[in-house]
């Protein structure tokens, strides 16, 4: 009883810290975050342990998930948007949408769900990265279908292995060794991520005769998003970062089909 009574009491003070921890103090966080990137510790709120089922629940609440989808549009929205948009006009560079059949599978589901695996899941799990990876990237480069769907469900069930839920490495030995040369790397592993999943949305644009040094400008918004994604995986779990990124994603689909819904004729 005294057991069960304590394990009562550690989900209430989570779930009190999830409700009362500020946006700003995690703002506060992510800023301090990016100038030296580190894998611990984990935000307040989130439940311990390494164990899968723990990295995969969200551990967040959505309206916190929406405030960080709102600092990003607006970021986006404000600065990063018009930069990108400049870059384009000056570069002759054309952004691939079809606004006649909006990719809301992809946006909400598809693209979250594989990026995440492919940028952002080995951050935590080192030890998958040499299967994962090259799996993620032939699906991620293929893009939705019968095969790439199976192989994306081989890599889950990959994930979901009992051995996918011990420790980035343990204790002893070279795997110490190891843990310790990762840490010190880390910082140069996750901008490097983040920098990667930026230059990948390039091809959503027909860059045409685009000069080089102004294609990173295009993908500027990505950019920015890919290191709160990257802050949110390390800090709350690939969970959390797969549902943000399908909420930053959806918001500005979302805002076309009702522009499109109210005006028909902008695609004809």
Same mark, same amino acid.
């Given at each position: ?5 304590? =394990? ?12 009362? +921890? ?18 611990? @510790? ?5 439940? /311990? ?19 960080? #989808? ?13 930069? /990108?948009? %400049? #870059? ?11 606004? =006649?059949?909006?990719?809301? %599978?992809? &946006? ?5 769900? !594989? ?19 090259? &799996? ?26 009992? $051995? &996918? ?8 030995? $070279? +795997? ?12 140069? !592993?996750?901008?490097?991520? =983040? ?14 005769? %685009? #000069? ?6 295009? *993908? ?7 290191? !709160? ?10 969970? /959390? #970062? *797969?549902?943000?990124? &399908?909420?930053?994603?959806?918001? @500005?689909?979302?805002?076309?089909? %009702? ?10």
């Amino acid at each position: 009883m005294t057991r069960q009574l304590a =394990s009562y009491m550690v989900v209430i003070v989570a779930k009190t810290h999830i409700n009362t +921890t500020r946006f700003r103090s995690e703002l506060t966080d992510f800023v301090g975050f990016l100038k030296r990137p580190t894998l611990g @510790p984990r935000t307040p709120g989130r439940r /311990a342990g390494s164990s899968v089922s723990v990295d995969w629940l969200p551990g967040v609440s959505i309206t916190r998930l929406l405030q960080w #989808a709102g600092f990003l549009w607006a970021l986006n929205l404000v600065f990063l948007g018009p930069i /990108a948009v %400049m #870059a384009a006009g000056a570069g002759g560079a054309q952004h691939r949408l079809n606004l =006649s059949a909006i990719p809301w %599978m992809m &946006a909400l589901l598809w693209a979250p769900l !594989v990026e995440e695996l492919v940028f952002r899941y080995s951050l935590r799990r080192l030890a998958h990265v040499l299967w994962l990876l090259p &799996a993620g990237i032939v699906v991620m480069l293929n893009g939705p279908g019968w095969s790439t769907g199976l192989l994306l469900l081989a890599v889950l069930l990959m994930c979901w292995r009992p $051995k &996918a839920s011990r420790p980035l490495v343990q204790r002893q030995g $070279k +795997t110490w060794r190891m843990l310790l040369n990762y840490r010190r790397l880390f910082p140069w !592993v996750f901008h490097g991520a =983040s920098l990667a999943f930026a230059g990948v949305h390039l091809v959503n644009f027909n860059l045409h005769q %685009m #000069a080089w040094w102004l294609m990173p400008l295009l *993908v500027l918004p990505q950019w920015l998003t890919g290191l !709160v994604l990257g802050w949110l995986r390390v800090r709350r779990g690939i969970g /959390a #970062a *797969v549902l943000l990124h &399908a909420i930053f994603n959806g918001g @500005p689909l979302l805002v076309v089909w %009702m522009i499109l819904r109210l005006n028909p004729g902008i695609v004809s």
